[in-house]
């Protein structure tokens, strides 16, 4: 559904759409009114097509969780998050007023009292933050909105996590945004509230300058030139900036963590006094600078002696240091490490005398995941050792979604396929539907699946009668008109409607009797059992992944079935489906809450094993019982 189609919903009954106010790369956000209170709000809605990966609900859910947790004036509100049908969506505080990207390019650089009373606003709100123990790793203009009485807010904490949680690479993608993201983030470490006052830092050098102290040809470029450079002097563009203020702003951006304010707190303490004009201490002093001595008018010429004696010194030290590196180790020619593992690369990187830097992850067709696809600089630079090098690692093909092929042609469906990058195989079966149309389909529409994975279309002969058996086709994921679309084309009817809690979207089906690859007697009803979505103890609870591996044995039947049920500790069900054949190696995820989970994995009907024991994290290099690794 289009933005535009979205205005004049009403989500969950309660939540009018007004009109569009804003959007971004994961969601678009409304103006709405709350029905049940009379007020109006904002309301986040994840992206259509968005919504099919389960990671990128998970973070946009954890954005309303991390939101939702903060009490402070200088953080916009979370009140209610939710799923209508197929859309997720998170209600929020509404602001009048703009967001300070916007404003910033409407006015240009501001002044220095107004660009400090604005960061003073934002470290309060990441002071409360982290005193939650949640970074926000995304600081920037656009994620400050500017209320019209003046106050200032953040939002979008949709990256934000525990400090012990994470680091620049997640789920395939640099998380932060690469002009302001921090020299560790920008490394791939762990980062703290240090790192968020770093993005405070490129925050208040864009307000006083106008743009952000780094730029470059690619996202990459920009993060190398975090790591690698020291920022410019503020005063080099605004020589009005006074000199404590210049001082806050390199303290801020220092490469080192240990060297920027430990805490929001501490930063804003001297960032009040900078404003009543005492002097920023030095990097690593813990008091205020020593009280100020009357100039002497005999001990001018005598300072200028010293003043121009330290400037010698300097000179001779970097004439020095010039010709040291002159003499210093030959310049090597960087070498191509496209398609080596990370661990590989690094020790060619570490034997030539480079610092490897991981950059993040990209989708590749050709290059197996967690193999190198660049590096930059680019194979064949010429380098001198110990500068360093940043490498792009494969995440593996990237997904495709599986589109709804039950009761097209076999042509129109193969074609389908081929636009989403998948491949087709037809199987012909009897069946009272016209000949050539596809009765079922191997894999269930709206299941994300690697790239090329083949899908097996069965199709009709036109020779069944109205009589005939039919092969139940597979419902799991469908909502119910298209549940009911797709039992129609082989002539059967929806019967009756159950409900459960699931980790799937809610009334989109989970599971049906009888089951997928059975045979009924056209016109007999299929019975469906339909998601609630997530059981209300979810929202508390860890969300989790597993990946699940089969052999379907070379004994089994050339059509075959295999069925995975999960169930895990917050009470929610979960099955899939997948039609098979002999010696097929079947892969799929499971998504399941809490702290414990268990799947029975069944060919035919038939169980395979004892049940598997989930857990939130496999130890590295080993997988649990039954084939699955499990990963959150």
Request: overall charge neutral; aromatic content about 4%.
């Amino acid at each position: 559904m289009t933005g535009r189609e979205m205005v004049g919903r009403v989500l969950a009954g309660r939540y009018d759409l007004l009109d569009r106010i804003g959007q971004g790369g994961m969601a678009v956000v409304y103006r709405a009114r709350d029905l049940a209170l009379n007020r109006l709000v904002a309301v986040k809605v994840l992206r259509e097509h968005l919504a099919e990966d389960p990671s990128l609900v998970e973070r946009f859910q954890l954005e309303a969780r991390s939101a939702a947790s903060l009490d402070n004036r200088h953080v916009v509100q979370v009140f209610d998050v939710g799923t209508d049908l197929e859309s997720h969506y998170i209600v929020m505080e509404l602001v009048d007023g703009e967001n300070l990207k916007d404003y910033l390019t409407r006015t240009g650089p501001l002044p220095v009292d107004e660009a400090l009373g604005i960061v003073d606003q934002v470290a309060a709100a990441l002071g409360e933050a982290h005193a939650q123990h949640i970074i926000h790793r995304d600081i920037k203009p656009q994620n400050i909105l500017l209320s019209e009485d003046g106050s200032v807010k953040v939002t979008d904490f949709g990256i934000a996590q525990a400090i012990s949680a994470g680091t620049l690479v997640n789920s395939g993608s640099m998380l932060g945004t690469a002009q302001y993201v921090s020299p560790e983030q920008a490394r791939g470490r762990s980062v703290g509230p240090a790192s968020d006052l770093y993005g405070l830092g490129v925050l208040l050098y864009e307000l006083l300058a106008g743009h952000p102290p780094f730029s470059g040809e690619s996202p990459i470029a920009v993060a190398l030139r975090h790591v690698q450079e020291a920022p410019p002097d503020i005063r080099g563009e605004r020589p009005d900036v006074p000199p404590g203020v210049a001082a806050l702003l390199a303290r801020l951006l220092a490469k080192d963590a240990d060297e920027r304010y430990q805490s929001a707190e501490a930063f804003r303490r001297q960032l009040e006094a900078v404003r009543r004009g005492e002097p920023e201490p030095e990097v690593g002093t813990t008091g205020g600078a020593a009280p100020p001595t009357q100039p002497v008018p005999r001990r001018k010429r005598r300072t200028w002696l010293y003043v121009l004696a330290i400037v010698l010194l300097v000179l001779a030290g970097l004439i020095y240091a010039f010709l040291r590196w002159l003499q210093g180790p030959a310049p090597v020619t960087l070498p191509n490490l496209r398609n080596l593992t990370v661990a590989a690369a690094k020790a060619r990187l570490t034997q030539e005398g480079f610092q490897p830097v991981m950059l993040g992850q990209r989708s590749s067709s050709h290059i197996g995941r967690g193999r190198v696809v660049s590096e930059s600089p680019a194979a064949g630079t010429v380098l001198r050792p110990g500068q360093t090098v940043g490498l792009l690692v494969s995440s593996g093909p990237s997904p495709a979604v599986v589109p709804p092929l039950v009761g097209d042609d076999e042509q129109q469906a193969a074609q389908a396929l081929q636009q989403a990058g998948l491949k087709s195989h037809p199987r012909t079966v009897t069946s009272a539907a016209p000949a050539g149309q596809v009765v079922k389909q191997s894999i269930p529409s709206g299941r994300t699946v690697p790239k090329g994975t083949v899908v097996t279309l069965v199709v009709s002969n036109g020779r069944g009668g109205a009589a005939a058996n039919q092969v139940v086709p597979i419902l799991s994921g469908m909502t119910t008109s298209s549940a009911s679309s797709a039992l129609s084309s082989v002539g059967m009817t929806l019967g009756n409607l159950s409900y459960t809690y699931s980790t799937e979207p809610a009334n989109t089906v989970v599971t049906q009797s009888p089951a997928p690859d059975a045979t009924a007697q056209s016109g007999a009803p299929v019975n469906v059992t339909l998601s609630k979505g997530p059981s209300p103890a979810s929202a508390s609870a860890l969300a989790n992944k597993s990946n699940v591996g089969f052999t379907v044995p070379s004994s089994a039947p050339r059509h075959s079935l295999v069925e995975a049920k999960v169930t895990d500790s917050a009470g929610n069900e979960e099955v899939y489906y997948q039609s098979v054949a002999p010696g097929q190696q079947v892969s799929f995820t499971v998504s399941w809450y809490g702290q414990s989970g268990e799947m029975v994995l069944y060919l035919n009907g038939v169980a395979q094993g004892s049940p598997t024991v989930l857990v939130p994290q496999a130890s590295p290099g080993q997988n649990p019982p039954g084939g699955s690794s499990n990963g959150t």
